[in-house]
T-cell receptor
């Protein structure tokens, strides 16, 4: 157990639907990161939050949004889902800056049918 | 744009042998960090080793060591005394000093045979 908890582990949903992925960071970590892993795009950075504030944004679609709550857990919201959104979504956390390396969760496998 | 290239899609090694995974990167930055992450079939991403670009000395973590060649922008991973549990996908990743964002390579699938 890495200490980063992601729920659910698997999610199957239909095109056009909206889902929420949840992440609880490792105890003491203030930064949360979201990554998407797909066969065609590999591992792509989506967004980073630090202590409730957005710190960096990557290749995140407008249909996707995220937030970090006062208790530091984070949610990634994916809406108007398309088949191409099927992927493994990882959350990771770090104490502050990420240059010591992140701790990753075990991911949420999203399948859009 | 900063990129990371792993030119070996797949590799295999016999148990107890040594294997080296290659990684090159492209950047104009002078300060940055480099990482190797392991993703076993369980899909968990696990940090194997990290290197700070301003440190000349190559990082080592038990059976894992790197050969960091800054001028050549090369960052290879050597696994000594390979074990069956080393079977996994290995990702090389780059982080510029002015961001916490990881840029990943496409990965090398390593199979360790008994």
């Amino acid at each position: 157990d890495s200490g980063v908890t992601q729920t659910p582990k698997h999610l199957i949903t239909a095109t056009g639907q909206r889902v929420t992925l949840r992440c609880s960071p490792r105890s003491g970590d203030l930064s949360v990161y979201w990554y998407q892993q797909s066969l065609d795009q590999g591992l792509q950075f989506l967004i980073q939050y630090y202590n409730g504030e957005e710190r960096a944004k990557g290749n995140i679609l407008e249909r996707f949004s995220a937030q970090q709550f006062p208790d530091l857990h984070s949610e990634l919201n994916l809406s108007s889902l398309e088949l191409g959104d099927s992927a493994l979504y990882f959350c990771a956390s770090s104490e502050d800056r990420g240059y010591y390396g992140y701790t990753f969760g075990s991911g949420t496998r999203l399948t859009v049918v | 744009a900063q990129t990371v290239t792993q030119s070996q899609p797949e590799m295999s090694v016999q148990e107890a042998e040594t294997v080296t995974l290659s990684c090159t990167y492209d950047t104009s930055e002078n300060n940055y960090y480099l990482f190797w992450y392991k993703q076993p079939p369980s899909r968990q991403m696990i940090l194997v080793i990290r290197q700070e670009a301003y440190k000349q000395q190559n990082a080592t973590e038990n059976r894992f060591s790197v050969n960091f060649q800054k001028a050549a922008k090369s960052f290879s991973l050597k696994i000594s005394d390979s074990q069956l549990g080393d079977t996994a996908m290995y990702f090389c990743a780059f982080m510029p000093d002015n961001t916490d964002k990881l840029i990943f390579g496409t990965g090398t699938r390593l199979q360790v045979f008994p």
